[in-house]
T-cell receptor, first 114, second 113 residues
Framework: DSGVTQTPKHLITATGQRVTLRCSPR?????VYWYQQSLDQGLQFLIQ???????AKGNILERFSAQQFPDLHSELNLSSLELGDSALYFC?????????????FGQGTRLTVV | DQQVKQNSPSLSVQEGRISILNCDYT??????FLWYKKYPAEGPTFLIS???IKDKNEDGRFTVFLNKSAKHLSLHIVPSQPGDSAVYFC????????????WGAGTKLIIKP
């Protein structure tokens, strides 16, 4: 158990809909990262927050947004969903900014868009 | 355009033998390379890393080799154990970023008893 909790584990929704994925970081970790893994692909960095502030943006679509709340949990919002958004979405947390080798990953949320 | 490539989707190795997982990259502007291991239904876990100023880093049964001229790195696992069966991801950190990692597609390692 990495200590990072992602909910829900699985999500099936229709095209055009909007979903929210939730991540609770390890206790004390201020950094949260979101990654997308499509079928047979590597992980694609989406966005990073540190102590409530956006720190870095990767290949995140405009239809996607995220935020980190005062209690440090984070949410990834995906809207106007398309079939191609079906993927495994991972959240990771670390105590420091930029220390990916020290980051712990959650189990992921598998999103299926039908 | 994949900057980090793991050309073998899967690899099967006999228990006790050496497992060698390969990774190639196209960008010379990476300064740090990491290997992650992922079991089914779990997130990736950090395994071992190497700085671009080194050519070898060892941690127990795991050794990572970096060949900068060939833009190639490899992970050696000796001896291979059944618990090593997992998907292994190679990832590279761009010099201008402390936050982002560029990931390979992964290699599924199967250790045969």
């Amino acid at each position: 158990d990495s200590g990072v909790t992602q909910t829900p584990k699985h999500l099936i929704t229709a095209t055009g809909q909007r979903v929210t994925l939730r991540c609770s970081p390890r206790s004390g970790d201020l950094s949260v990262y979101w990654y997308q893994q499509s079928l047979d692909q590597g992980l694609q960095f989406l966005i990073q927050y540190y102590n409530g502030e956006e720190r870095a943006k990767g290949n995140i679509l405009e239809r996607f947004s995220a935020q980190q709340f005062p209690d440090l949990h984070s949410e990834l919002n995906l809207s106007s969903l398309e079939l191609g958004d079906s993927a495994l979405y991972f959240c990771a947390s670390s105590s420091r900014v930029g220390a990916m080798s020290e980051a712990f990953f959650g189990q992921g949320t598998r999103l299926t868009v039908v | 355009d994949q900057q980090v490539k793991q050309n073998s989707p899967s690899l099967s190795v006999q228990e006790g033998r050496i497992s060698i997982l390969n990774c190639d990259y196209t960008n010379s502007m990476f300064d740090y390379f990491l290997w992650y291991k992922k079991y089914p239904a779990e997130g990736p876990t950090f395994l071992i890393s190497i700085s671009s100023i080194k050519d070898k880093n060892e941690d127990g049964r795991f050794t990572v080799f970096l060949n900068k001229s060939a833009k190639h790195l490899s992970l050696h696992i000796v001896p291979s154990q059944p618990g090593d069966s997992a998907v292994y991801f190679c990832a590279a950190r761009p010099m201008d970023s402390n936050y982002q990692l560029i990931w390979g597609a992964g290699t599924k390692l199967i250790i045969k008893p």
